[in-house]
């Protein structure tokens, strides 16, 4: 347990700060499966549509540091291909 004042504000912070992170990742998860809901309708137009809009919130994340910028190119290299198969 936290015993200066410093030590109780921090972790006062800390609690804060993971439950808007929480959210954050959250946000992102709904997007992704948004989009792999959209790709297995095989539906290109769709899926395009979900894929465009899921890139930005994944790149905004990884800038923050919400997930981590890897993580944030696999998923969107992984959907893109996913997508891309759609068109043929």
């Avoid at 808007?20 to 997007?31: E, G, I, K, Q």
């Avoid at 981590?68 to 992984?78: E, G, I, L, Q, V």
Wanted: hydrophobic share 40%.
């Amino acid at each position: 347990m936290a015993n200066s004042a410093q030590a109780k504000k921090r972790a006062r912070q800390n609690v804060k700060a993971r439950k808007h992170n929480a959210s954050l990742r959250s946000m992102v998860r709904t997007y992704l499966k948004r989009t792999l809901a959209a790709i297995g309708t095989n539906d290109y137009a769709v899926a395009t549509e979900a894929y465009k809009t899921l890139v930005p919130v994944i790149d905004r994340m990884a800038d923050k540091g919400i997930i981590h910028k890897n993580k944030a190119a696999r998923h969107k290299s992984r959907l893109n291909a996913q997508v891309k198969a759609l068109a043929n």
